[in-house]
């Protein structure tokens, strides 16, 4: 029986465009999982809810079988209202993020693996050849893998980025969950301070104390900072959604260090009708994985306004 992979994510309603596109790549490329979306408020449960209902990107009830959704009302503790007192809206999604993934991973069967993911993430490929190099390990996370010509712009930013956190439910991945949790609570602010930056900054003193993997697969959450710095290699098969490859250099030899297929793009910064990102894009990636992803992001648009005009007539 195929090991089942737990997801979690979570969203407002300015993510709501992010989040269902999210849940969408899923449906269409990753196997044997279950999402779980916090929504952030009463429109984007109510939202999701529907979407959940009626989409039929794999016939009618399959959304149903591997997404939930949870109202952030019905999670609510005192020390998080608290929290919340402390906190922008921002620094408070990125407080939620740890205890959202602390919550999914107790609830899930002993030995099963569980995931952070930020919403404004998008697969273009199963990860099974990410957890294949994650092998037994019970905590992995990914570096940013920042363009070295701007790295140094952003060592404050910690290491690891927060949008691919993954751990299994055992004795050493719950130990990491709960102090990410925990450390979260006491500080998440957006600025460096000794050390500390948002939810991911502790990421760099959590490697110290608890067994963490690094990812090293170039096709997972490949994203703006660092997408500048590779080549690739796209396979166009009618018929079929492309296959991309991430091809990192030597930049002095140019020989092909390591190929990885795109896995997960993490669309930061993106902005419906607005911006892409202020990072200079890769001609292929602007291509090949914006211009589809702002494609399905016009029509989840255009569907979520024709629901909210419907509940205004009805």
Request: proline share 4%; aromatic share 14%; with cysteine.
């Amino acid at each position: 029986m195929a090991l089942t992979t737990h997801y979690c994510t979570l969203f407002d309603e300015t993510y709501a465009v992010k989040g269902l596109a999210l849940a969408a790549s899923m449906a269409l490329n990753v196997q044997d999982y279950r999402l779980h979306i916090l929504a952030l408020d009463s429109t984007t449960f109510r939202l999701v809810c529907e979407w959940i209902e009626g989409a039929d990107l794999l016939g009618h009830g399959w959304m149903e079988k591997h997404v939930t959704v949870t109202n952030l009302t019905d999670v609510m503790t005192d020390e998080l209202r608290d929290t919340r007192r402390s906190r922008t809206w921002q620094e408070f999604c990125w407080t939620l993020a740890s205890v959202w993934l602390k919550m999914n991973l107790l609830a899930v069967p002993e030995g099963e693996r569980c995931i952070y993911l930020d919403a404004d993430s998008y697969f273009f490929s199963d990860p099974k050849p990410v957890y294949a190099e994650i092998g037994d390990a019970s905590i992995a996370l990914v570096p940013h893998r920042i363009h070295p010509s701007r790295a140094e712009l952003f060592i404050g930013n910690g290491t690891y980025n927060a949008n691919f956190i993954y751990m299994r439910n055992n004795l050493t991945g719950r130990a990491f969950a709960e102090d990410w949790a925990r450390r979260c609570i006491d500080w998440c602010f957006y600025r460096q301070e000794d050390g500390k930056f948002g939810d991911q900054g502790h990421l760099d003193e959590l490697v110290k104390i608890h067994p963490v993997f690094d990812i090293q697969s170039r096709g997972l959450n490949l994203a703006p900072w660092n997408q500048g710095q590779y080549s690739y290699w796209v396979s166009e098969l009618v018929g079929a959604p492309d296959w991309i490859e991430v091809w990192d250099r030597d930049p002095v030899g140019r020989e092909v260090l390591r190929t990885d297929p795109l896995v997960l793009y993490h669309f930061h910064e993106y902005m419906h009708n607005i911006r892409l990102t202020a990072w200079d894009l890769h001609p292929m990636v602007r291509e090949k994985i914006y211009a589809p992803y702002i494609e399905h992001s016009e029509q989840l648009s255009q569907y979520l306004a024709e629901r909210k005009e419907r509940w205004q007539t009805s």
